[in-house]
């Protein structure tokens, strides 16, 4: 973020042609991210690796919202991040392993049954390594809130501006990963604790 600030002064010193805004609303978001999981782990390895993963959703949702897909080099590098996730949590490994698997095989079964009308590989996959780097209960968590989410918007946003019935899932996953990774925990203990 300094560095993005101290680009705006010199590109105005310089008279040298601006960034577009999004890139510098990106930065600052990225920012923001990065702060919410310090606030919330502090100094700790897992720190840096929700922050890196942080980092790749950011960018997943933006080329999802433009483009409809996901490329593949995202889910290589989450995929890294996933196996540095089992290294640190070696005790929960399984835990791990099984949130590979927990959404996106009954989402590629999906996909399979409808020919790819009902979601995309790229969600399917995103799913996969972003339950491998946050485990399975908060991947299944990321998965019905980004779901929610992206009903909820999606309607609003058809009722007002009139778009179509497709849309972007991926970053309503990608809030569905943020979200459970500052407080899924503290959801799923209350969701125990109500049922």
Same mark, same amino acid.
């Given at each position: #973020?300094?560095?993005? !600030?101290?680009?705006?002064?010199?590109?105005?010193?310089?008279? *040298? &042609?601006? /960034?577009?805004? &999004?890139?510098?609303? *990106?930065?600052?978001?990225? %920012? *923001?991210?990065?702060?919410?999981?310090? #606030?919330?782990?502090?100094?700790?390895?897992?720190?840096?690796?929700?922050?890196?993963?942080?980092?790749?959703? !950011?960018?997943?949702?933006?080329?999802?919202?433009?483009?409809?897909?996901?490329?593949?080099?995202?889910? %290589?590098?989450?995929?890294?991040?996933?196996?540095?996730?089992?290294?640190?949590?070696?005790?929960?490994?399984?835990?791990?392993?099984?949130? @590979? @698997?927990?959404?996106?095989?009954?989402?590629? !079964?999906?996909? &399979?049954?409808?020919?790819? &009308?009902?979601?995309?590989?790229?969600?399917?996959?995103? #799913?996969?390594?972003? %339950?491998?780097?946050?485990?399975?209960?908060?991947?299944? /968590?990321? @998965?019905?809130?980004?779901?929610?989410?992206?009903?909820?918007?999606?309607?609003?946003? #058809?009722?007002?501006?009139?778009?179509?019935?497709?849309?972007?899932?991926?970053?309503?996953?990608?809030? %569905?990963?943020?979200?459970?990774?500052?407080?899924?925990?503290?959801?799923?203990?209350?969701?125990?604790?109500?049922?």
């Amino acid at each position: #973020m300094i560095v993005t !600030l101290l680009g705006v002064v010199i590109g105005f010193v310089l008279n *040298i &042609r601006m /960034l577009s805004v &999004r890139y510098h609303l *990106i930065e600052v978001l990225n %920012g *923001i991210l990065y702060l919410s999981v310090y #606030m919330k782990y502090g100094l700790h390895p897992v720190t840096l690796l929700y922050c890196f993963l942080l980092s790749a959703l !950011l960018a997943v949702s933006v080329i999802d919202l433009c483009t409809h897909e996901i490329p593949s080099g995202f889910h %290589g590098f989450i995929l890294i991040l996933g196996l540095s996730a089992i290294v640190l949590d070696l005790q929960n490994r399984g835990r791990h392993l099984i949130g @590979f @698997f927990s959404v996106s095989l009954p989402l590629y !079964l999906i996909y &399979r049954l409808t020919k790819g &009308r009902a979601i995309g590989g790229g969600d399917i996959k995103l #799913m996969a390594v972003t %339950g491998l780097v946050i485990g399975w209960q908060l991947n299944l /968590l990321a @998965f019905l809130l980004g779901c929610a989410a992206g009903a909820v918007i999606h309607l609003i946003r #058809m009722k007002i501006s009139k778009v179509s019935n497709v849309f972007a899932l991926g970053p309503y996953l990608a809030l %569905g990963v943020y979200i459970s990774i500052l407080a899924g925990n503290e959801i799923l203990a209350w969701c125990e604790r109500v049922a």
